[in-house]
């Protein structure tokens, strides 16, 4: 039963960065990128690629993966989305094209089977005689310092206030003469830094696997949908709600269902209450 | 005269910001009334919550007596009130004839599946904005503002609405396109359109409505006729204060 | 096309087999998605419950074809409405990632949830086929593509093809103009379930087999998105033209990559496609034919 709250809590913490990266594209270009999970299998095949396939040490290796986070996330909006951004349909659309390209590259580069990782720091440490994965911990506390250093960055700095009033309202924003495409640039660049980040945690904690990207998008999506837009608590408390669900289906059920207990709540909100728990507007 | 619309102690708070506050008019039948405010005072506000794309947060709509507040869109517009934008939002890859046949598309499976366009009145509809048979046919991305405001008074009497709220409908146009639409209005306000018109440009308002409701932060300040408002120090007091 | 079988080998009898389903299912992605701009990634998913209604059916009942068809095709309507039309209510942008998201689960559920109704990981097979031979399969899969493509054709030439094409480009300004627009959308939902449950039906009936793998897969949904686009979103002759197109390049292209890098390069190919013509080749044709009209009106003119 402890195992469950605190590997729950854990969980969530991690869900909580992915759906947040997903978001920030969302909020700022109003556009939908697919390819956001791609950032995600990145993330964790690098890292892979550094530590277990060339042994570079740990750290440098976490970096080099966020690195190529961003750099994939500046390239996809330089070269794919930035002429398509009118058309938030074909910006959809062409993000999911790439999100199966990537898929195919790393089927051709790893081969179609999934591998498992080694957890970034073994062993397990005990949290009130329960056994928790200090992987999984490490896991947790970096996604926090992480959100709340993306917090800080958004309220203190100019950057980060630009950002948000993008978000509020583009066309204001120009006229203050914030310029669009900048801030959509770093955007794209930190969304895909904090996917790989994500990324690393997430492959640790599953497998590698050419079609792992599918996974947390739909993660970040049921976060928003229930969380309601618009509302940086709402995510955090429903990224908690879908974290513990999900450590509770796997473990008590079957680990095959883990999505089951998401799609069904996603369902559930959206009959019953579409704005989501806090959403300050209808989807 | 039978109150057509009834709007009682609408409030609508966005953030801190109180948009529009415990704000109460009528409006009768054949009555056209015109709504003036300095920037922000929820002129736009009120459309949009009369046509429900926000919720108040306290207060009541009634449109020929029933209380419309929980109806979704499409049903208010049913029932029979449209408006028009402030940016003109044609469908953009049809034709002006096109435009305005959505706008006469009866809410019914069947019928839309089983009729047939109609389309002498669609190009009657068309003429009596004042589109010639060749404009009928182009695209919105040809037309200059003041057909494009036109053409979206065509769809949104091409609906047989008896209630219509026009936002800004003389921005951005030439003195003559401005008389034209103006000609229109005054045509329809014959054949017993009411109208709610929000404006900046109180010159050609002037003529156009019976009666002037004046707001400023999302309270009204005053109504009367367009002279007695106009001429009201607090009303112009708002404005300059701007 | 009723003379080919005369003209082409058996292999190649098959290709067109398959373009053809292909061709109905992008027509029914597309009465969906082209037309009223809810990207929906669920049809693996509509396809997957026609086929595996069907297939359980025969297979642990033994029911005759002319029944489980039927009831198939109404099952994927039933079915997908319960999931879908929640899913409906959001804007566009969701609506495409909770039909990913359902895709996904079903992929994973299939192999787990009653292995021994579903077959599992390896799915059923040694189904019945409803004719055999190539040639009476292709006839009766050409024929099917055709009703169904003068179906909808004749179903969007009514004034519902404009209140649907009306939601792609505004649908609040579709419902400022009085419609319901969740019921338009969810009647395009049924007609693109009603023809995805058809298509699956018949095909899983053309393959004998049915398994996860295949059918709940991101491949299979890319496929059908990249005919419909390719050729063409939002007409009717757009995807017939896009899966033929498709079906033949991948052919075209097969004995020249290697299995593990095909969909690379059909991705990257179908992502160069997109970016440069998103509207597809029908966008072309229907440019060639006003350019062409144009001239012959001016000829008349002059």
Redesign the interface.
């Known amino acids: 039963m402890g195992q469950i709250i605190i590997q729950g809590f854990l969980l969530s913490g991690l869900y909580a960065l992915i759906a947040v990266g997903f978001t920030m594209i969302f909020s700022v270009g109003r556009v939908l990128n697919l390819a956001y999970g791609v950032y995600i299998m990145l993330g964790g095949y690098v890292y892979f690629v550094a530590v277990q396939m060339m042994s570079l040490p740990k750290v440098p290796s976490f970096l080099f993966a966020a690195l190529a986070g961003v750099i994939f996330g500046l390239l996809t909006y330089q070269l794919l989305v930035k002429r398509l951004q009118s058309d938030p349909i074909a910006v959809e659309i062409a993000t999911l094209i790439l999100a199966v390209v990537m898929q195919a590259a790393i089927i051709v580069i790893f081969s179609p089977s999934p591998r498992s990782m080694w957890p970034l720091v073994p062993g397990v440490i005990y949290v009130y005689d329960v056994a928790v994965l200090k992987n999984i911990l490490l896991a947790t506390v970096v996604s926090w310092v992480v959100l709340g250093g993306l917090m800080v960055f958004v309220r203190k700095t100019h950057t980060g206030r630009a950002i948000r009033a993008v978000s509020m309202d583009p066309k204001g924003a120009v006229i203050s003469g914030i310029d669009p495409q900048r801030i959509n640039l770093i955007t794209w660049g930190l969304s895909g830094a904090l996917g790989a980040i994500a990324g690393v945690f997430f492959a640790t904690y599953t497998q590698l696997d050419p079609g792992m990207w599918v996974f947390p998008l739909i993660t970040a999506v049921a976060v928003v949908i229930v969380g309601g837009i618009g509302s940086i608590v709402g995510s955090l408390i429903a990224a908690h709600i879908i974290g513990f669900m999900e450590t509770i289906t796997t473990t008590l059920i079957a680990a095959e269902l883990r999505g089951v207990f998401t799609m069904l709540l996603i369902i559930f909100v959206l009959v019953v209450a579409p704005k989501g728990l806090f959403g300050k507007a209808e989807l | 005269m039978t109150d057509l619309l009834e709007v009682r102690d609408l409030t609508k708070t966005f953030g801190g910001l109180s948009a529009v506050k415990n704000l109460s008019f009528c409006v009768s039948e054949g009555e056209t009334v015109g709504l003036i405010g300095p920037n922000g005072a929820g002129k736009t506000t009120i459309f949009n919550l009369i046509?429900n794309?926000f919720r108040p947060d306290s207060g009541e709509i009634f449109f020929k007596g029933e209380a419309i507040s929980r109806y979704?869109?499409?049903e208010r517009?049913?029932l029979g009130i449209?408006?028009t934008y402030q940016v003109p939002?044609p469908?953009?890859?049809?034709t002006v004839g096109?435009n305005i046949?959505?706008?006469m598309?009866p809410?019914n499976?069947w019928?839309?599946?089983?009729?047939e366009?109609e389309e002498a009145l669609e190009i009657e509809i068309g003429r009596s904005v004042g589109f010639d048979d060749h404009q009928i046919a182009q695209q919105p991305s040809e037309l200059a503002m003041g057909d494009l405001r036109r053409l979206e008074l065509a769809?949104t009497l091409a609906?047989q609405p008896s209630l219509l709220l026009l936002d800004e409908v003389f921005a951005g146009l030439t003195l003559g396109e401005i008389d034209q639409i103006s000609e229109l209005l005054v045509e329809r306000k014959k054949y017993g359109l009411t109208y709610v018109m929000v404006s900046h440009d109180l010159r050609s308002m002037a003529p156009l409505v019976d009666r002037v409701i004046a707001v400023s932060f999302g309270e009204i300040i005053t109504e009367g006729t367009f002279d007695e408002v106009v001429n009201n120090k607090i009303v112009q007091e708002a404005y300059l204060g701007q | 096309m009723c003379l080919l079988p005369l003209v082409v080998s058996t292999g190649t009898l098959r290709i067109f087999i398959f373009a053809n389903f292909l061709a109905i299912f992008a027509m029914s992605w597309d009465i969906l998605s082209g037309r009223t701009g809810y990207i929906s990634f669920g049809h693996p998913f509509l396809i997957g419950i026609a086929g595996y209604t069907t297939a359980m059916l025969t297979y642990h009942l033994g029911w005759p074809l002319y029944t489980t068809i039927p009831i198939a095709v109404v099952a994927t309507m039933i079915g997908g409405t319960l999931f879908f039309l929640p899913a409906l209510r959001t804007r566009g942008t969701y609506f495409a990632l909770v039909t990913l998201a359902f895709m996904e689960v079903m992929y994973h559920s299939m192999q787990v949830v009653q292995p021994k109704l579903t077959g599992g990981t390896r799915g059923l097979s040694g189904l019945p086929t409803l004719v055999s031979g190539a040639i009476p399969n292709y006839y009766l899969s050409f024929l099917v593509m055709f009703a169904i493509g003068v179906g909808l054709w004749l179903l969007i030439r009514t004034r519902l093809g404009i209140a649907l094409d009306a939601i792609r480009m505004d649908e609040d300004a579709v419902r400022s103009s009085g419609l319901n627009t969740t019921r338009l959308k969810l009647f395009a939902f049924m007609v693109s379930a009603m023809v995805a449950g058809i298509g699956g039906a018949l095909y899983i009936h053309y393959l004998g087999s049915i398994a996860p793998r295949g059918i709940f897969e991101i491949n299979f949904l890319f496929t059908i998105l990249v005919a419909a686009l390719l050729g063409g979103a939002g007409s009717i002759v757009g995807p017939i033209i896009g899966a033929f197109f498709l079906t033949f390049l991948l052919e075209l292209l097969r004995p020249y990559i290697p299995g593990a890098a095909r969909y690379l390069i059909y991705g990257v190919i179908a992502l160069v496609l997109y970016y440069y013509a998103p509207k597809g080749i029908y966008s072309f044709v229907e440019l060639l034919r006003i350019r062409l009209t144009g001239l012959s009106q001016a000829k008349k003119n002059d």
């Open positions: 046509m794309e979704p869109t499409h517009v049913k449209a408006r939002r469908f953009s890859e049809m096109e046949r959505v706008g598309l809410d499976l019928k839309m599946v089983t009729e366009t769809r609906i």
